[in-house]
């Protein structure tokens, strides 16, 4: 079992509504990041914060904003999204300070936009 | 541009068998590698990291190679059992700061025949 705990595991929303997707892990990880995969893909970075404060956006539409309440939390709001944003959206999370540490990947969260 | 390659996107042994994956890297240096394993639907698990300076690294029935020179890493399996079969990514990365500079292969799915 992940210590990374994603909510929902599937989101069906259409292209006018405004969700989010919750990610919570209490592993003491001080960095966690948004990462997006379609099918036969790899995981593609999407955002990054590290001790709450955001520090990589990889380019990433306005329609998807991040969220770091606080050290345990990461939400990713979503809002007019498109049907090619439908993916598996992996939330993971990394020890502080820990220059080579792996990445602790959620189950993810399944979402369709029709 | 820097760029993966994971050889094959499927590979299908016999149960017993040694499956070995391999990985390649162009215009990147990184200074180590994480390999990790993907089953359907869910998120990645970390499974072994080899820094630069080693050439080899072992957890119990995996074996993981780096070669600098060759710009590529080589992941065994030995032994190999049906409930090894699952899309593996390698994940060559550089230190500093937190893991936004992971960059995954796209895998290669691996079926172990019983």
């Known amino acids: 079992d992940t210590e990374v705990t994603q909510t929902p595991k599937h989101l069906v929303m259409g292209m006018t509504n405004k969700k989010s997707l919750k990610c919570e892990q209490h592993?003491?990880?001080?960095?966690m990041y948004w990462y997006k995969q379609k099918a036969k893909k790899p995981p593609e970075l999407m955002f990054v914060?590290?001790?709450?404060?955001?520090?990589i956006n990889e380019s990433v539409p306005s329609r998807f904003s991040p969220e770091c309440p606080n050290s345990s939390l990461l939400n990713l709001h979503l809002h007019a999204l498109q049907p090619e944003d439908s993916a598996l959206y992996l939330c993971?999370?990394?020890?502080?300070?820990?220059?080579?540490?792996?990445?602790?990947f959620g189950e993810g969260s399944r979402l369709t936009v029709l | 541009s820097q760029k993966i390659e994971q050889n094959s996107e499927a590979l299908n042994i016999q149960e017993g068998k040694t499956a070995t994956l391999t990985c390649n890297y162009t215009?990147?240096?990184?200074?180590?590698l994480q390999w990790y394993r993907q089953d359907p639907g869910r998120g990645p698990v970390f499974l072994l990291l080899?820094?630069?300076?080693?050439k080899e690294k072992r957890k119990e029935r995996l074996k993981v190679t780096f070669d600098t020179t060759l710009k590529q890493s080589l992941f065994h399996i030995t032994a190999s059992q049906p409930a090894d079969s699952a899309t593996y990514l390698c994940a060559p990365g550089n230190y500093g700061g937190s893991q936004g500079n992971l960059i995954f292969g796209k895998g290669t799915k691996l079926s172990v025949k019983p």
């Open positions: 914060y590290s001790y709450e404060k955001l520090s």
């Open positions: 993971a999370s990394s020890r502080p300070g820990q220059t080579t540490g792996e990445l602790f």
């Open positions: 215009n990147y240096s990184p200074a180590y």
């Open positions: 592993m003491g990880h001080r960095a």
């Open positions: 080899i820094r630069e300076n080693e």
